[in-house]
């Protein structure tokens, strides 16, 4: 390589570096102010330390709860309710959204239905999962498939029909079938969508198991910011809700390491 083009590149890489880290220490600084503002505020009662809380008191509450082993018990249910939504919504809407590109005639019957189904509010049909489920744990990880399924089937069938019509032309050359064109072409040319239907998930998977939780379980994360709300114990609530925050961070992160992995090995 040109000695020069080298310096160049050491000197972009090094930049990046930088801008990295600067980033990264800008938001832990917004973070640290958003918590001591919130500590200050609530200590010298501009704000509601009943209702709002405190970090301090947070703390303090999760400290107790460590101690007691009770919420990781919570978390545990949360958790494995939001994966199994988060997977089966999202592998669930692939499939359809591979059945209605497979099928044209399909698609155009089946159009309408999914649209109604996009705009009904999933939560009002909580009621309906309860009596069909039961009030049990499968009904929490409907709520979050349901929420999720439909928006993932619309994003990935819409990325299917806008993929590049001169790459399905170079392989249909080839004589390449319907399902060579699909796994080879259509799969890897939908990867970014795929990716941003993972991370829109994320968030869905989490708001349908919250909502479960408020109508039907008696643990998890959403049981305890509703029972915080009962018994007017806003430590819990905010608590509740922090952890939530912590959880979906965490899942995201994951989700971003994928969409490194696949975009890597995209071709």
Excluded at 133 to 141: D, H, L
Excluded at 202 to 222: D, K
């Amino acid at each position: 390589m040109n000695p020069k083009l080298h310096e160049q590149h050491e000197q972009f890489r090094v930049r990046k570096k930088h801008e990295k880290i600067y980033v990264f220490m800008t938001q832990v600084a917004i973070l640290a102010a958003f918590i001591s503002l919130w500590e200050i505020a609530s200590r010298l009662n501009w704000i509601d330390p009943l209702i709002f809380s405190s970090p301090s008191s947070v703390w303090n509450l999760l400290v107790s709860m460590i101690a007691d082993s009770s919420l990781y018990v919570h978390i545990g249910v949360t958790l494995v309710e939001t994966i199994f939504g988060f997977l089966i919504g999202t592998l669930g809407g692939i499939a359809i959204a591979a059945f209605l590109w497979w099928s044209p005639f399909l698609s155009r019957v089946l159009d309408p239905y999914i649209v109604v189904l996009n705009a009904t509010p999933k939560v009002a049909l909580g009621p309906m999962l309860i009596v069909i489920f039961g009030a049990n744990m499968t009904s929490v990880v409907a709520m979050a498939v349901l929420i999720s399924i439909i928006v993932t089937t619309l994003v990935i069938y819409g990325a299917f029909r806008e993929t590049d019509e001169n790459l399905i032309k170079v392989v249909d050359t080839f004589g390449a079938s319907k399902w060579q064109r699909f796994r080879h072409v259509i799969i890897p040319a939908s990867y970014p969508a795929m990716v941003s239907a993972l991370k829109v998930n994320v968030g869905l998977a989490w708001v349908g198991v919250i909502v479960g939780e408020y109508l039907v379980s008696n643990e998890g994360l959403g049981y305890l910011i509703i029972y915080g709300f009962q018994v007017f114990n806003f430590d819990m609530v905010m608590l509740s809700l922090v952890l939530v925050a912590i959880l979906a961070t965490i899942m995201y992160q994951a989700v971003a390491i994928l969409e490194k992995f696949l975009m890597r090995n995209r071709h």
